[in-house]
Every structure is written in C-alpha cells, then in structure tokens.
C-alpha cells in the first residue's frame, strides 16, 4: 500500500465511532481497517479543526482517481444513510477511507477481492 497521508481526526467523532467500532469488533474488514486510521490519527477538538479536513456529516467532492470522475457524497453514521445516492456511511470503504484526509490528498483503500480504489478529496464543506 502506498504512504498513507497524515490524518486528523475531531476528538469527538474519534469517541463515537471508537464506540461503533467496539461493537462492530471482527465483523467487519472495514471497521477493522477503521479501526487502524483512527490509531495514527492526530486528534482536535471539532472546534479546533482546519477548514478542508473531512469530519463526519462533511459534505466531501472527491475524484475516484481508477474512473476519473468526481462524485460528492455527505460522510454519515450507518444508520444516517437512509435511502439517499448522496450519503457515504463511515463504514463503506470510500467513507472509512476518506475520515480525517485534508483537501488535495490521496488514499489507496484495500478492497477485499479486488483492487485497491484510489480516491483524491477535491472540496470538504462542514456541516453548520
């Protein structure tokens, strides 16, 4: 896998997904690789967070760099998704992968039986 990008991630949303990743504890490789983000990351209170880093209820424009198209989605607990096309659970590859990237950084995701997406955040809008 190629250099991960440092990450921050808002002391709050660290506790609440540390709290839905226990439950979710072996069940699932994308928590576990969740899991994995969220020990090297640089932890800020969400008050104290840099304009242009993913949080959760972030309405992010990344490029998918394999395709070579831009796709917006709002990153979202599970139980938020819902039916909408424009929401990304934390617990989907794309979701989990993008969780505390900075505007212009790139991220190779592993993708169990197949390669790896290669995705690259364009705009991040924080939720009021």
């Given at each position: 896998m190629a250099e991960l990008p440092s990450i921050t991630v808002a002391e709050e949303d660290y506790n609440r997904?540390?709290?839905l990743l226990e439950r979710m504890a072996g069940k699932s490789e994308v928590a576990d690789g969740?899991?994995?983000e969220l020990s090297r990351a640089d932890l800020k209170p969400l008050s104290e967070m840099p304009e242009g880093v993913v949080t959760m209820n972030s309405v992010i424009r990344f490029l998918d760099?394999?395709?070579n198209k831009e796709h917006e989605m709002m990153l979202?607990?599970?139980h938020e998704v819902g039916d909408s096309d424009h929401k990304v659970s934390i617990l989907a590859p794309a979701?989990?992968?993008m969780l505390g990237l900075s505007i212009g950084d790139s991220i190779e995701w592993p993708m169990k039986g197949?390669?790896?997406i290669h995705l690259k955040v364009v705009s991040v809008t924080r939720k009021a």
């Open positions: 997904l540390s709290t969740l899991e994995e760099e394999d395709a979202v607990y599970p979701g989990a992968a197949r390669k790896p």
